[in-house]
């Protein structure tokens, strides 16, 4: 691990900047059936998600991984990636209070660090880095952790619908605002690699920074991609171990 260096104030603002952005520019999305609920933490959390990037995410990283989108009891809870509440309190030593989205879905109330629930996620992911590294200054040294896509979509049910399942006129203003975002942040950070958590965002990765990528969109290319499996329950592979398979991948890829 390289040492940690000062925080940058300026990289911090330029990320949240691109951030904003993206924020804003979701906002003005719109879409339909099966979706009736849209939840946006960038909005009603932005205070947690930017003292996230302040305090962990204001200098350079040799690993940027990203995920797809926030889970209902994780990010779109604390405005933190893949933020399970206990992994932020506690690893990430993040505080502060968040408010509601409009609407908000009965069965999906945001309540910030007092959410009593835990995403499996989030805490397998957080757990194993804070288990391997030990401190959160340990693992910031190197590694940030991203969000391709800020917005949570929900069924009326309130059965979660990821971004890949949505019809492609939803997609395009979507991800094209997403993929901005994406390369703005490889352009701050200037990683070596950039890593996929799940089969989604390494598919992403390798659209925009891979072998057949625009390079006439790319201000800085990292040098690799790479992969780890997504820690969601709903894998049958994560589920059978996902710290030890994480950890395999990370270490044959000579990520780590």
């Keep these: ?16 900047a691109a951030t904003a952005t993206l924020r804003d520019a979701v906002n003005d999305l719109e879409f339909g059936d099966p979706v009736a609920w849209v939840y946006n933490p960038l909005n ?21 991984l990203m995920g797809m989108n926030p889970g209902p009891w994780g990010m779109v809870q604390t405005g933190v990636p ?33 959410c009593p629930r835990s995403e499996v996620s989030g805490r397998r992911l957080w757990g194993f880095f804070a288990e391997k590294l030990g401190t959160p200054e340990a693992f910031f040294a190197d590694h940030f952790v991203v969000n391709y896509c800020p917005l949570v979509f929900m069924e009326e049910s309130a059965r979660n619908r990821t971004p890949d399942k949505l019809p492609k006129h939803e997609t395009e203003p979507l991800f094209a605002a997403c993929d901005q975002r994406l390369r703005r942040l490889v352009e701050l950070y200037e990683p070596q690699w950039v890593v996929g958590v799940g089969g989604f965002a390494r598919k992403k990765l390798e659209s925009l920074f891979g072998a057949k990528a625009d390079l006439d969109l790319v201000a ?17 592979a994560a589920n059978r171990g996902w710290p030890e398979a994480a950890e395999k991948q990370l270490l044959e890829q000579k990520i780590w």
């Design 82 to 114: 893949f933020g399970e509440i206990a992994a932020v309190r506690d690893f990430l030593q993040l505080s502060g209070q968040v408010g509601q989205p409009d609407p908000e879905h009965p069965k999906r109330p945001v309540q910030g660090l007092d």
């Design 220 to 236: 800085h290319r990292p040098e690799k991609i790479g992969t780890v499996l997504h820690p969601s329950p709903a894998s049958p």
């Design 44 to 64: 009603y959390a932005w205070g947690m998600h930017a003292s996230y990037v302040q305090r962990w995410g204001a200098t350079k990283r040799r690993v940027l």
């Design 1 to 16: 691990m390289k040492k940690t260096t000062k925080p940058d104030g300026v990289l911090a603002k330029k990320v949240l």
